[in-house]
Antibody, heavy 116, light 106 residues
């Protein structure tokens, strides 16, 4: 069974950093591109970042470019999102999702709240 | 950037109704469009990929169509468990979600 489990969220002050993790199981992680997608409270979905299976291709939404870094460790079946210079508008539920797209499997999400 | 506009924002329908949700792109997206369903408090789920391909395990009452800038998700006979918000997503140029259509029971 494919599983994606996010962790690392929490309450953080504006301007600070936070690193999210997503542990994958039930499939060959190193064969798939992976994504972070977020959803602000009561709002729609926003794609954040993509990393190819071997980390050769990385793309970011303009809203996070230069502040967020996506990475992966295929030996640990883990996807990461390093978030710096956090802003109130980054407050959201962050999902990791498998795919190039389409995004065929999603985690349950981890909440990030940016507030003083 | 390509903008994706979904309509209507909210749709009320009765069980058994044929329901049509619309997604319009600001430019041609060459059928590079997926549909996702998100029930309250849950992660999104892939329904349709590349405009009209039904994801494994999704009921056949769901179907997708479209081309160019105009795309449609159709539910042939609405069921209570279909109450959810539906999002389209384009990946032709950049990667963009539509704003969603919230489907409610009348």
């Amino acid at each position: 069974e494919v599983q994606l489990v996010e962790s690392g969220g929490g309450l953080v002050q504006p301007g600070r950093s936070l690193k999210l993790s997503c542990v994958a199981s039930g499939f060959t992680f190193s064969n798939y591109g992976m994504n972070w997608i977020r959803q602000a409270p009561g709002k729609g979905l926003e794609w954040v970042a993509y990393i190819s299976s071997g980390s050769s291709y990385i793309y970011y939404a303009e809203t996070v470019k230069g502040r967020f870094t996506i990475s992966r460790d295929n030996a640990k079946n883990t996807l990461y999102l390093q978030m710096t210079s956090l802003r109130s508008e980054d407050t959201a539920l962050y999902y990791c999702a498998r795919g190039e797209p389409p995004f065929d499997y999603w985690g349950q999400g981890v909440m990030v709240t940016v507030s003083s | 950037d390509i903008q994706m506009t979904q309509s209507p924002p909210v749709l009320s329908a009765s069980v058994g109704d044929r329901v049509t949700l619309s997604c319009k792109a600001s430019q041609n997206i060459n059928k590079n469009l997926d549909w996702y369903q998100q029930k309250h408090g849950e992660a999104p789920k892939l329904l349709i990929y590349y405009t009209n391909n039904l994801q494994t395990g999704i009921p056949s009452r769901f179907s997708g169509s479209g081309s160019g800038t105009d795309y449609t998700l159709t539910i042939s006979s609405l069921q209570p468990e279909d109450v959810a918000t539906y999002y389209c997503y384009q990946y032709n140029s950049g990667w963009t979600f539509g704003g969603g259509t919230k489907l409610e029971l009348k």
